[in-house]
């Protein structure tokens, strides 16, 4: 993985496989306490507490198609490298929240990468779910509800791929505006 | 252009891209476009499909070519990945793989507008003798 934002398009699609129909992605830049944080909760089906204790185990996974998940734990040991965590809670038919801290000036902390096209390309994927996106630099943020942009989702769904690049721009216009 | 910063600018841009004759005519029903899934699991992501994604959105949109393209999960072909299925109206689903920006443009360029097939097809319709 090159960069955050591939680790986070891969939690999303696990939100996405666990039937959830609202998901809150927020990141969040704090250069003054030195910390990024990335969360990512659903309302999916959630995970038992074996389930829970396991997620971790990159050869436990919940798909039949194959034997190994290597998801969490992948992202989990960029936390812990760029001198953070990653924390999971989860109830049963709730849905599940995945916190991701590390610091922010690590040295091996990897970029962020190309958020808005993570999102943008998910939220096309699967115009059913509502997502929430907030972006903090500094105690400053930007919020997107995706519900909001149902009718430009359909249109691109109707075949308009132009709208894919506006969508990502506005996004990244925002994000930049927070920033200067 | 002016920055779009608002959802407002989002959809007078929108309207005037309708307006116009920049955008291909819509279709009605996407069951009638060309319908493309990148497997989007770790596996495909770790491998690049993030990119493929991105070229086949920007190839479909700069030739209009009638297709859309969405995401799908890992269908356990974890060594084959960057994995992508194309399944054209009224046909069965093809699936593609080792695709990297090149051959994404090969599937459109030959696959999706010529018909003709290319290296690196996935056997997904392959019925064992017990499923016969």
């Known amino acids: ?180 | 252009m002016n920055k779009i910063k608002s959802l407002d600018d989002l959809r007078r841009i929108k309207q005037d891209l309708a307006g116009g004759m920049n955008i291909r005519e819509k279709s009605n029903s996407p069951e009638s476009l060309v319908q493309i899934r990148v497997a989007m699991a770790t596996c495909g992501i770790a491998s690049g499909a993030r990119n493929v994604m991105n070229t086949l959105i920007e190839k479909i949109e700069k030739d209009k070519i009638p297709a859309i393209v969405t995401q799908g999960g890992c269908m356990g072909y974890c060594y084959a990945e960057p994995t992508v299925e194309v399944k054209k109206p009224g046909e069965d689903p093809v699936v593609f793989s080792f695709v990297n920006e090149k051959v994404a443009i090969d599937i459109l360029e030959k696959y999706v507008l010529k018909g003709e097939l290319i290296d690196g097809i996935l056997p997904v319709n392959y019925r064992t003798i017990e499923q016969k």
């Open chain 1, 1 to 180: 993985m090159n960069d955050l934002s591939l680790h986070i398009l891969d939690i999303l699609q696990n939100s996405v496989s666990a039937g959830a129909y609202e998901i809150r992605l927020t990141v969040e830049e704090d250069p003054e306490s030195d910390r990024l944080t990335v969360s990512i909760i659903d309302n999916g089906k959630g995970m038992s507490g074996e389930q829970l204790e396991r997620v971790s185990d990159p050869f436990f996974t919940s798909r039949t198609t194959r034997r190994v998940g290597l998801g969490i734990p992948l992202f989990k040991q960029t936390c812990r490298e760029s001198g953070g965590d990653l924390t999971i809670t989860s109830q049963l038919g709730k849905g599940t929240s995945v916190t991701a801290v590390m610091g922010y000036s690590h040295i091996d902390r990897p970029p962020l990468g190309d958020i808005s096209n993570i999102l943008v390309l998910t939220m096309i994927s699967n115009p059913e779910i509502n997502f929430i996106f907030t972006y903090i630099y500094k105690k400053r943020e930007f919020i997107f509800i995706s519900s909001e942009v149902n009718d430009i989702i359909k249109d691109i769904l109707s075949g308009n791929n132009q709208m894919i690049k506006l969508l990502t721009e506005y996004l990244n216009n925002n994000i930049s505006e927070l920033k200067t």
